[in-house]
């Protein structure tokens, strides 16, 4: 136990039937998978043959060149993960968005997860039967996230991002915000403002915090949120619908994409 140690790891495109032996997801689990986005020109063809056609209309619609196979791949491996758990072929899975954006999988509605994508970087969480959200954010030091945490977060949360070493105030200030992302795309709502309601609780229990809602009609609301130990320069959260989960990194093995036990 303790924190989840999550390592980004690069998926081929290769659709080898793998997902004939589906991955078991009990209902207390939160399984997170950590991927590069990377594709290479040899893999382009392959990884577009996945995706949907809006998915690859929306990759298209990107500028860059660099945002296009990120999407691409992104989209890509998202079907490669999730139809190990849907016994279905990557290609096959129907996959819309809810009116807020969410994306679900209409086919198999016990089945949630969430993607989060940022500077070449993806984290998916899949979850059975309660809503799941995950959000990744890489640490940028020119950024004033004193300014950002007046602006925006609550007292309490400025008072977290301020205290204690100055040289691990973006960490801080990107946990509370992190926080925040991973509950409200749990809820299929994505981020709401305003924020400042809301605040980050430390449990000390080196597993758990909580994002407390100060939003509701009857009072504070606590919601569990789990952190990531995704290596320097990243901070990244996982927060579900329930209250007794626990997360299991997941990883490939050579071949095909397999859930490391
Ligand atoms: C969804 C949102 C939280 C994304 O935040 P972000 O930090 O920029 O991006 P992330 O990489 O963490 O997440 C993006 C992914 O979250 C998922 N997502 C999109 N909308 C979502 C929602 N409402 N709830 C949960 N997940 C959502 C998608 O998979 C998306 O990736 P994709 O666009 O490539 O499919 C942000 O765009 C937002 O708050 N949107 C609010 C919803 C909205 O804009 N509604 C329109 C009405 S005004």
Redesign the pocket.
Known sequence: MGKAKVTFQRVPFKTDGAWQSPIAIPRDDIQVWGIVLEVADSELSRAASILSHDERERAERLISEEHRRQ?MA??AILRLILSRYCGASPEQLAIRR?S????ILSDYPSLRF?????HGRALIAVARDQEV?V??EQVRREVDVVRLAERFLSERDLAFVKHGDPAHRHERFLKAWVAR?AV??AD????TFPLHRDYLELTGDGIKDCLVLGDTASGERRRPVQFLSLGPGWIGAVAAEGTDWTVTVCNRSESHINRET
């Not at 969430?114 to 940022?118: E, P």
């Not at 299929?188 to 981020?191: H, L, P, Q, W």
């Open positions: 999407s992104a989209h809810t807020d954006g969410k994306p969430n993607l989060t994508h940022s959200g959000d990744l992302e409200f795309k299929g709502r994505g981020i």
